[in-house]
């Protein structure tokens, strides 16, 4: 549900932003992550037209799932992080940069990001 001045609704495109479809499709994954085996898991730009509230608590179920042990790797795929997310100790982050912007690199990276 997410609003709550309305009643439940059946999630469709009409209804639903692309946002809260986003939300509602990640969770439902990260439901099953139990019901299924596989050696990794992918998750391309799931978080694009989320808003910055939603986009957050994603990445917490995300990094939360992810961590527990006996999961499968998994990877998210996205152009833009938000900044001050918690990642948990088993997270790894990895930055790629490309594209006119990577002859500037040496000038801003921050070796603390590693």
């Known amino acids: 549900k997410f609003r709550d001045a309305e009643e439940l609704q059946v999630l469709s495109a009409s209804r639903h932003s692309g946002g809260e479809r986003s939300v509602s499709t990640?969770?439902?994954l990260i439901s099953l992550q139990n019901l299924t085996a596989?050696?990794?898991?992918?998750?391309?730009?799931?978080?694009?037209?989320?808003d910055p509230v939603n986009e957050r608590r994603i990445f917490q179920q995300l990094?939360?799932?992810?961590?527990?042990?006996?999961?499968p790797q998994c990877f998210l795929l996205?152009?833009?992080?938000?900044?001050?997310?918690?990642?948990?100790?088993?997270?790894?982050?990895?930055?790629i940069f490309n594209g006119p912007w990577g002859k500037q690199l040496p000038k801003v990276w921050d070796p603390c990001w590693l």
Not at 38 to 50: A, H, L, S, T, Y
Not at 63 to 71: F, I, K, L, N, W
Not at 79 to 94: C, F, G, R, S
């Open 26 to 28: 990640i969770l439902y």
């Open 78 to 95: 996205t152009p833009k992080l938000l900044p001050d997310l918690h990642y948990a100790q088993e997270v790894t982050i990895l930055n």
């Open 38 to 50: 596989c050696p990794f898991r992918v998750v391309d730009e799931i978080n694009q037209g989320m």
């Open 63 to 71: 990094c939360e799932a992810a961590s527990r042990p006996g999961t």
